[in-house]
């Protein structure tokens, strides 16, 4: 009977090694692929994978040798090799050390198509910003296409319900990656893109490989993106990758946690916005309420103003007035007649004073030549005075004989006859 | 300045964002102050039932997590 021997894994992966070195030459060959995952490390060395469309095998190239590669090893680059197949044994993993690296073309073959892709798309205007739909900041409902299962759902879901308290979400699954990844992908959009409630859609996906998140190149899904009438955010992968889901989108975030903040808004800075805008409001009413309170009161001030310099101007003029009219004034009129009527009355008075004077002057004068000729003086003197019929005779010439004369004397009257009349 | 439009929304199918970008427009007139009184008690009054539309519909807001079944049609609860 056969007796089971025991090995340790080190010996295992020992004998492993042992014989893919003797067994396995592959000096004699150039090795096909797609260069992806491209990694590299401070030192030169590049650890990547080589692919084709149904396998893939890592591959380490180390750093004295990189340095001499004539072209930048990138993803999606199709490349001959030279290498050796060596099994890690401390990993157990298989892997090709690279000894040669060469382009074959510059590109491989489904970058380039990637390539072409989104040359055509965006000569559609595909990508262009003026298409871009914009975002409802309160969305109803927001449809999320990913995968049920892991974290991205939930991360959109935890985000979600700490930004806005209430969110309200229906996820479509789909897988991300695989051959049923883009159909249902696809279905998911146009299910929720159908849909009146769901005002925006999240098309997520968490990291992976660029493999993993080639789907997302995908020019049906692409389409399919662009004829959506809701908008749509697209968030696959990590920040570095940039897959022309992301493009078309209206919205492009780095992760699905991003995106989940993109479209939820914050519940409380709703709040505030909407309080502010009412403070505002009110404090614009109040504003306008003063500010037509102010010009009331300028108003009224102005108009006391011009009130009172009216008021003060036809003062002005009316003393003006007053001025010239002064003299005219009845009561100044009389006033000044009576002073004239005073001057007069001293100047008559005076004239009269001095008339009187000059007339009692006169009269003493005449009176002394009265003295001096009075006839009573003469007839005291021995003179007579003769009358005739009452009137004093100073010639003979009208008298007749006979005729009855009176002889006035000093101290009485002779009646006498004339009897004879003798002429001188 | 203050679109023909603002003082006769129709307020019955405003969404929130479109309520709330026409009440800042409404405080936006009413702070230029370039309105007659008449007008700015109007824009008020326009600018209270915009803060009570907005305020509703952040109200109305229903939490709902859902996953939709493609096979049979129908919205299950989604198992976090």
Redesign the interface.
């Known amino acids: 009977m056969n007796k089971v021997k025991t090995v340790s894994i080190s010996e295992l992966n020992a004998s492993v090694s042992r014989f893919l070195r003797a067994n396995i030459d592959l000096s004699k060959y150039h090795i096909k692929g797609e260069l992806s995952n491209v990694k590299y490390y401070s030192n030169g060395t590049i650890y990547f994978s080589l692919k084709d469309a149904e396998a893939q095998i890592s591959c380490v190239m180390w750093g004295n040798l990189a340095k001499l590669l004539d072209f930048e090893a990138k993803n999606g680059v199709e490349v001959l090799v030279k290498a050796q197949v060596r099994f890690y044994e401390k990993g157990g993993n298989l892997q090709l050390e690279v000894q040669q690296m060469q382009a074959s073309g510059f590109q491989g073959e489904i970058y380039q198509k990637y390539l072409e892709d989104k040359e055509r798309f965006e000569k559609l205007g595909y990508f262009s910003p003026e298409r871009k739909k914009p975002f ?3 969305p ?2 927001v449809g999320v296409v990913t995968s ?1 299962e892991g974290a991205v ?2 991360d959109i ?1 935890k985000v979600a ?1 700490k930004r ?10 789909a897988a991300v990656q695989g051959e049923s990844a883009v159909p249902e992908l696809i ?1 998911g959009l146009k ?1 929720l893109d159908a849909r009146e409630d769901v005002e925006v859609i999240i098309l997520a996906r968490g990291g992976g490989s660029r493999e993993d998140l080639w789907c997302f190149n995908h020019p049906d899904l692409v389409e399919t993106l662009y004829r959506c009438k809701t908008p749509v955010v697209s968030a696959v992968g990590h920040q570095s990758d940039h897959s022309l889901s992301d493009e078309v989108a209206d919205h492009s975030s780095p992760t699905p946690s991003a995106a989940a903040e993109f479209v939820f808004p914050e ?1 409380q800075v ?2 505030s ?2 309080d502010e ?2 403070s ?3 404090q ?2 109040n ?3 003063y ?2 309170k102010q010009y009331l009161l300028t108003y009224e001030t102005m108009q006391a103003k011009a009130l009172e310099s009216f008021k003060y101007r036809q003062k002005e003029s009316l003393n003006r007035y007053k001025e010239k009219l002064a003299p005219y004034e009845p009561y100044t009129a009389i006033q000044n007649y009576k002073n004239k009527i005073a001057q007069f009355e001293q100047k008559t008075h005076f004239i009269i004073q001095r008339r009187l004077e000059q007339s009692y002057q006169k009269k003493e004068q005449f009176a002394e030549k009265l003295d001096a000729l009075s006839p009573l003086k003469v007839l005291k003197r021995g003179y007579s005075r003769t009358l005739y019929e009452g009137k004093t005779l100073d010639s003979v010439s009208d008298l007749k004989k006979g005729a009855d004369i009176e002889v006035e004397l000093y101290d009485g009257i002779l009646s006498c006859q004339i009897k004879d009349i003798i002429k001188k | 300045m203050l679109e023909e439009n603002t003082l006769n929304v129709s307020k019955e199918n405003l969404s929130f964002e479109e309520a709330m970008r026409h009440l800042e427009e409404v405080v936006k007139s009413l702070e230029q102050g370039k309105i007659s009184l008449e007008q700015s008690v109007e824009l008020y009054k326009q600018g209270t039932e915009l803060v009570m539309i907005c305020q509703k519909k952040l109200e109305e807001a229903e939490s709902e997590i859902k996953k939709y079944n493609p096979k049979n049609n129908q919205e299950e609860t989604f198992d976090q």
């Open positions: 409802p900041f309160l109803k409902k049920a759902i939930r879901i319900t806005f308290h209430k969110p309200n979400i229906l996820l479509y699954p279905a299910y519940y709703l709040e916005r909407i805008q009412n505002r409001l009110k614009a009413l504003n306008k309420l500010q037509m």
